[in-house]
């Protein structure tokens, strides 16, 4: 499972970063809400077409491309990510459990329906082809419920793991800091990389104290080795 501090390596500002320039003045916890957008649709979408230039200028970094790895040589891995930045795919990923959504797709705030296409259209935010609802970032807001498939298909690889790896999370944000706690409780070996201390760090088996960037990379070439061998 990974978080935030993997893609801050790459320059995106992990969510409670302090904004910057025009948004200096506000907060993310107020803005990442259904009720910021029902009071002020126009103000939410500009903050997230802001959130999405900051994404599109950074790079999968050495850390993404290792999980990349791993995955080929370990084909049962499941990557679970808190990110909405759509980093691990851009790095080759294919089959990744979004656990807060992704930040590059569009949904109806009405209907809930994903548009085919991308609206022709300068109207911010713009309105959905099927109910003429307005269209909003496919993420999951506060207060909201975490996807239902994404929760159980998260829930499923983690009962069944061996190695759970909790790479840049601050394990503080439940359901997802439940998952590793639930590996322990199935007897999984629980690796935690982080460059801070967190709740999970004194339950994880072995802590790898530094950057996802330098640890995941020396992780996939151990398991190479042993794969080859």
């Avoid at 948004?23 to 957008?37: C, D, G, I, S, V």
């Avoid at 967190?198 to 995941?216: H, R």
Wanted: aromatic letters at 8%.
């Amino acid at each position: 499972m990974t978080g935030s501090g993997i893609s801050a390596e790459s320059g995106v500002p992990t969510f409670r970063d302090a904004q910057t320039g025009l948004w200096a003045n506000y907060r993310a916890e107020e803005l990442a809400t259904p009720q910021a957008f029902t009071d002020n649709p126009r103000l939410v979408w500009d903050w997230y077409c802001w959130r999405r230039e900051l994404i599109h200028r950074a790079q999968p970094n050495a850390g993404h491309r290792a999980l990349v790895t791993l995955a080929e040589l370990k084909p049962e891995l499941a990557l679970i990510t808190q990110n909405v930045d759509g980093l691990h795919q851009r790095a080759g990923n294919s089959n990744v459990v979004e656990f807060h959504g992704n930040i590059e797709r569009d949904k109806c705030f009405a209907c809930n329906r994903i548009p085919t296409g991308t609206p022709d259209t300068t109207e911010r935010p713009p309105e959905c082809e099927t109910c003429g609802g307005l269209l909003r970032p496919d993420v999951v807001w506060f207060g909201e419920a975490i996807p239902t498939a994404a929760l159980e298909t998260a829930f499923r690889a983690t009962d069944s793991c061996e190695v759970f790896l909790s790479v840049g999370t601050s394990a503080l944000v439940y359901p997802a800091a439940g998952l590793a706690e639930a590996a322990a409780s199935q007897g999984a070996t629980i690796v935690e990389i982080n460059t801070n201390s967190t709740p999970l760090t004194s339950v994880a088996d072995y802590v790898l104290q530094g950057s996802a960037a330098y640890w995941l990379p020396a992780i996939a070439a151990s398991v190479q080795t042993l794969t080859t061998h």
